[in-house]
């Protein structure tokens, strides 16, 4: 691992949607400043391969194979984290999908799935992951994948934005209550733009939900519209994620981090090249 300064050393962190992606990033990124990780995701092969490679390289990591929407998985992945390390400190709510396809021709069925993932999983990963941040007496921090879709509106992906704006404003409504109970948890969106991860790979399109025939470029579908000119790997996600994490941002909840290459600024005029 790369030489860690321990910006979250001694702390135990949870990722979901942890095995690639902004999730991979971000668990690397918190093991190699020294917290402990417990990984979950769908994909077993991916995660379990991610943590023996944390582990081997000097960091401490676990893989847990979870569903974000099955509740009775929830008390069994929080069981085990407390037993691997002993606690938990932080939040990382990162399991999430996105289904691009007009509001008209999308299935109940693909909206129903897409709010299960996106809203359900962030709401049970609080219901469960806070009592047990509660428990170490510690405080700690919350931190909600967002996107800037849940900013501002989207043609084709209205589906995805109601469930990324109502992450951002469940983020501020669990940060009062926290605030309220005086446990010391902050809790903050995150709202990446066009980052460079797989899930452009696995974005449904259309109301049955086949897969692309020809899979998203990023570059070409939104590199007009970025400012800084350059699509972002998930490592600048995973950067924003590790400042919520820590001390750092001590004085921050209910905020939301927009980490887009300038896309929220306004438009940007389409070049002629």
Not at 177 to 199: L, Y
């Amino acid at each position: 691992m790369a030489e860690k300064s321990g910006q979250v050393a001694g702390k135990v962190a949870l990722v979901t949607g942890g095995a690639s992606g902004i999730g991979e990033a971000c668990v690397r990124t918190l093991a190699r400043e020294g917290a402990s990780v417990v990984i979950t995701d769908i994909d077993a092969s991916r995660g379990k391969a991610l943590a023996e490679k944390i582990v081997a390289d000097g960091g401490k990591a676990i893989f847990l194979q979870q569903d974000v929407t099955s509740e009775a998985r929830w008390p069994e992945v929080i069981e085990a984290a407390e037993k691997a390390f002993g606690g938990l400190h932080i939040l990382v709510a990162n399991a999430g999908i996105g289904i691009m396809v007009p509001i008209l021709e999308m299935s109940l069925a693909d909206w129903q799935r897409q709010n299960a993932i996106n809203l359900d999983g962030v709401f049970l990963t609080v219901k469960y992951g806070i009592p047990a941040m509660r428990r170490t007496g510690q405080g700690g921090s919350v931190i909600m994948m967002s996107s800037i879709a849940g900013l501002r509106g989207s043609a084709g992906l209205a589906g995805y934005s109601a469930t990324k704006g109502g992450v951002r404003l469940f983020a501020k409504s669990v940060a009062l209550e926290c605030a309220v109970a005086k446990d010391g948890i902050r809790v903050n969106s995150v709202h990446p733009g066009v980052i460079d991860t797989p899930i452009w790979n696995k974005i449904p399109t259309g109301a049955t939900g086949a897969h692309n025939n020809r899979p998203i470029d990023p570059r070409e579908r939104s590199l007009w519209m970025i400012p800084l000119n350059y699509v972002a790997e998930a490592q600048v996600i995973a950067d924003g994620v590790l400042f919520l994490a820590s001390d750092a941002s001590k004085y921050m909840t209910g905020s939301e981090l927009v980490i887009d290459g300038g896309v929220m600024c306004g438009a940007m005029p389409r070049s002629s090249q």
